[in-house]
């Protein structure tokens, strides 16, 4: 049983550029959560989906936006990229009808997102 | 705003011995908090919550204390084992627990053998 998957692991875009990061969410999982972790931070909630909406989102411009897919995987997409937008962006999945407990909640690796 | 808290970025410990990784944090509203564990190169991995209606919640070496009144949470380890060296992030969550997580900066724990 795959757990999160998420893709790229490593990219290195320009400042201004656009940038797309997928996940795919653990089986039975329904709902995804994209954090950003700066460097020497804890991971910052960007947003959430379920039922291919947005639900819940956190202190983040309107540059970041995402979608779900009826399959339940995930894109984030990052517009006119800054300096400071180069952190490591995990994707959580959880099962929305089983009740949010800590061991519900499956994080991915991440992708590692550089701008120069 | 830090609303989650971990004032101390690293902590070493003797094999054997108790780790004590501390939190605060600010929100009241807060009713779910969580440990989370991360290795270089991996996502974090749940290690043990705690709900507000608890002053304590134990999963075998780890055990968790939640002071409602001081806003403080705090993971002990016990023995600590060189594979308990990680990072280690405190999180919590209102709303019953939300997938929306708000964590603090980390602790870098390092257990020498």
């Known amino acids: 049983d795959a757990g999160v998957t998420q893709s790229p692991t490593h990219l290195i875009k320009t400042r201004g550029q656009q940038v797309t990061l997928r996940c795919s969410p653990k089986?039975?999982?329904?709902?995804v959560s994209w954090y950003q972790q700066a460097l020497g931070q804890g991971p910052q909630f960007i947003f959430q989906?379920?039922?291919?909406?947005?639900?819940q989102r956190g202190n983040f411009p309107d540059r970041f936006s995402g979608h779900q897919f009826p399959n339940y995987s995930s894109e984030l997409n990052v517009n006119a990229l800054l300096l400071g937008d180069s952190a490591l962006y995990l994707c959580?999945?959880?099962?929305?009808?089983?009740?949010?407990?800590?061991?519900?909640?499956?994080f991915g690796e991440g992708s590692w997102l550089t701008v120069v | 705003d830090q609303q989650v808290k971990q004032n101390s970025p690293s902590l070493s410990v003797q094999e054997g011995r108790i780790s004590i990784l501390n939190c605060d944090y600010t929100?009241?509203?807060?009713?779910?908090f969580l440990w989370y564990k991360k290795y270089p190169a991996e996502g974090p991995t749940f290690l043990i919550s705690?709900?507000?209606?608890?002053d304590k919640n134990e999963d075998g070496r780890f055990t968790v204390f939640l002071n409602k009144s001081a806003k403080h949470l705090s993971l002990h380890i016990v023995p600590s084992q060189p594979g308990d060296s990680a990072v280690y992030f405190c999180?919590?969550?209102?709303?019953?627990?939300?997938?929306?997580?708000?964590f603090g900066k980390g602790m870098k724990l390092t257990v020498n053998p």
């Open positions: 705690i709900s507000s209606i608890k």
């Open positions: 989906y379920y039922e291919e909406e947005e639900r």
């Open positions: 089986s039975g999982h329904d709902t």
């Open positions: 929100n009241s509203m807060f009713d779910y």
């Open positions: 959580a999945s959880s099962f929305r009808q089983s009740g949010v407990t800590g061991n519900t909640i499956y």
């Open positions: 999180a919590a969550s209102n709303q019953g627990g939300s997938e929306k997580l708000v």
